[in-house]
């Protein structure tokens, strides 16, 4: 690999690290990616969370990807800005020591309403059909397509599986901090970037490109939006969330927050 820095946005929802992605794409100096060829890996990620696949069998399968994705890149930065990562987070900071890691965290309330309503993903059937081969592994295995391809939850609920991969996520991509080889990380909110450009700035700083007013005017109203919609939860859903996501929202300082307004839907 050539002295090509690699970075990894790593997130719990789509829209947020979309729009960093976005962000960046164009910016002289960094060539930006949002879920880098996540078809080649998703299924083999939760397997690997699983411990159906050793560590060294994903860094080599990472090797394919990101070493050949930075030798042949034209830019000294190769960014990819994705939650599919979220499962192997661990094992891409032991594999890319120098890599730079930056965890994108949401609201938790937005991440969930949005998987909910609008993505429609962790359906019933294919979450049913994975934990019937996890149970049962003399069973095909579920295709690679990605709606049969999210960490397992102990909830038959798709609500409550939400919620879960949620606080999940958020505490997997954390939890880098306390990895072998401490990768160079830092944290953001997401509505921290869009309340003060000064936010902003310090995340451009860290990697590693000149910044660009245009950078907070983007964040306002990201260009992948086209109708924002604001989801609420049902008084059923907010009791189920806050008792699975409290002790998470409340270390991120949201419980303490009013639902923002942010048009990432």
Not at 42 to 67: C, H, N, T
Not at 95 to 105: D, E, G, Q, S
Not at 186 to 203: G, H
């Amino acid at each position: 690999m050539r002295d090509t820095q690699l970075i990894f946005v790593i997130g719990s929802g789509r829209c947020g690290t979309k729009a960093i992605a976005k962000m960046m794409a164009g910016v002289d100096g960094i060539e930006a990616h949002h879920e880098y060829c996540r078809y080649a890996y998703q299924r083999e990620a939760v397997l690997s969370y699983l411990g159906k696949y050793p560590p060294s069998w994903m860094y080599v399968w990472f090797q394919d990807i990101y070493d050949s994705a930075a030798y042949y890149s034209e830019q000294p930065i190769f960014l990819d800005s994705s939650h599919k990562l979220v499962p192997v987070v661990n094992i891409l900071a032991e594999r890319f020591p120098t890599a730079k890691f930056i965890h994108l965290v949401r609201d938790g309330r937005k991440v969930c309403t949005s998987f909910f309503y609008k993505l429609q993903i962790h359906d019933d059937r294919a979450a049913r059909i994975l934990k019937e081969w996890i149970d049962n592994p003399d069973l095909p295995i579920p295709p690679p397509s990605e709606k049969y391809w999210h960490i397992p939850a102990p909830y038959e609920d798709r609500w409550q599986r939400i919620c879960w991969w949620w606080q999940e996520s958020v505490s997997l991509v954390e939890n880098i901090r306390n990895a072998k080889h401490y990768p160079t990380y830092c944290s953001v909110r997401l509505e921290d970037l869009i309340a003060d450009d000064f936010e902003l700035k310090k995340l451009v700083d860290f990697i590693g490109v000149p910044y660009d007013e245009s950078f907070y005017q983007f964040l306002q109203k990201p260009d992948h939006v086209y109708v924002p919609i604001n989801y609420s939860m049902t008084p059923e859903q907010s009791s189920q969330f806050w008792s699975i996501c409290g002790d998470t929202m409340k270390y991120y300082g949201y419980d303490s927050e009013r639902e923002s307004d942010v048009g990432y839907y």
